[in-house]
């Protein structure tokens, strides 16, 4: 029994680190853009520095009011620009399950959130880290570096159209343990974090 467990757990750590599913697809690489701030708009830059779940792809969503905005698809060593409104936001990801980060952002300024892979049951689950100004600008640029520039394609779009049904369910089944949370077990990328 022992050695049917160590086996199934190498099992699982191989799939976590490298993935088994398809080729990462529907976004498409651009030369790396260097963001300025926008007078009335706010940018969050989710970063996914890290080789771990290689080949699953996160989804990430803005929970505007009842909408599941599709913001991207971010695969390991990606980044992704979100021009968006200011204001109060409410992020998801998702993978095998969901998670979330709330934000408070301001206009004219740019905001980093990083894109962290967990071991889930049948493929990785992710989380969203914010990135405070005053304590993650070390790891930041060396995360920047890590990451090649993702942009949506067409492709994308209809992914997250096919994909509603699913997004809702894992959004319906999470959010509301998620809100349950102590407010300081709830990740938020604060109005001051913004560059």
């Not at 996160?58 to 599709?70: A, P, T």
């Not at 992020?91 to 399950?97: A, Q, V, W």
């Not at 408070?104 to 049951?121: C, E, H, S, T």
Request: aromatic share 12%.
């Amino acid at each position: 029994m022992k050695k049917l467990f160590v086996l199934f757990f190498l099992l699982g750590s191989v799939i976590f680190l490298f993935g088994c599913v398809e080729p990462v697809r529907h976004m498409q690489t651009i030369p790396d853009a260097s963001y300025e701030p926008i007078s009335d708009k706010a940018i969050v830059i989710f970063l996914r520095p890290q080789i771990l779940a290689l080949r699953i792809q996160s989804e990430i969503f803005d929970l505007v009011s009842q909408e599941n905005k599709f913001v991207g698809i971010v695969s390991a060593k990606e980044k992704l620009a979100y021009i968006t409104e200011p204001g109060n936001h409410l992020f998801m990801i998702t993978g095998e399950s969901a998670d979330f980060m709330k934000a408070d952002l301001q206009a004219n300024k740019i905001y980093y959130a990083r894109v962290v892979p967990r071991i889930g049951v049948h493929k990785a689950r992710f989380s969203l880290e914010p990135i405070h100004k005053d304590i993650e600008q070390q790891n930041l640029d060396s995360w920047k570096k890590a990451c090649k520039t993702v942009e949506n394609t067409k492709d994308s779009y209809k992914w997250a159209q096919r994909n509603a049904t699913n997004t809702q369910i894992k959004k319906g089944r999470y959010l509301p343990n998620w809100i349950k949370k102590p407010e300081n077990e709830q990740p938020f990328l604060k109005s001051e974090d913004g560059f």
